[in-house]
């Protein structure tokens, strides 16, 4: 009897099946991380949006939710894998002009934290749709909780973001 070398012709191995529902059941877990409005851009089926909504709802005990997550791994089988990996991606991945807007408004924030009454003459030249008053307020009350003995690590990052979020707001690079 001859020796057939095509190994295509050979059924997967258990190790290999196994290998495929876990990846599967990671690409489930990567879902359930996405917001309600990116979720509704996926390439999904009725059956796996519902799986998923049921996991939200489920509460933590009893090893619930690690049962619906490998039900929504069994659904995954019967998705189009390649799709919902490639709208995952690019919705995961942020483009180099949201990378350098980003980079910008926390070198500003930084700059603004350390520096004087120059530095917010600076930004307002640079970006004229900003106010003085409102960004001279949000800039010294950032500055009091950096060197407030007393003040909390939350204090700090809330003016930190209330300034991230103005210069947000008016950076448009």
């Known amino acids: 009897m001859p020796i ?8 997967e191995s258990k190790s290999e099946r196994k290998r495929q529902m876990t990846a599967l059941q990671t690409l489930g877990e990567d879902l359930l991380k996405l917001k309600p409005a990116h979720l509704q851009k996926m390439p999904l089926s009725d059956t796996l949006r519902e799986a998923i909504s049921t996991y939200h709802r489920l509460p933590n005990r009893n090893e619930a939710k690690r049962r619906q997550l490998q039900f929504i791994g069994k659904v995954m089988r019967h998705e ?3 799709a919902i990996r490639g709208e995952l991606d690019r919705l995961l991945t942020p483009d180099a002009r949201q990378a350098g807007r980003s980079r910008e408004i926390e070198r500003w924030c930084l700059r603004l934290s350390e520096g004087d009454g120059d530095t917010i003459e600076s930004f307002l030249s640079a970006f004229p749709n900003a106010e003085r008053q409102p960004l001279r307020q949000l800039v010294r009350r950032h500055q009091q909780q950096l060197s407030s003995e007393t003040g909390s690590d939350d204090a700090v990052k809330k003016s930190r ?6 210069l947000g707001e008016h950076i448009n690079t």
Do not use: C, E, K, S
Request: charged share 35%; proline share 6%.
């Open 80 to 82: 189009d894998h390649d």
């Open 161 to 166: 973001r209330q300034l991230l979020n103005y």
């Open 4 to 11: 057939d070398d095509n190994t295509d012709a050979l059924p």
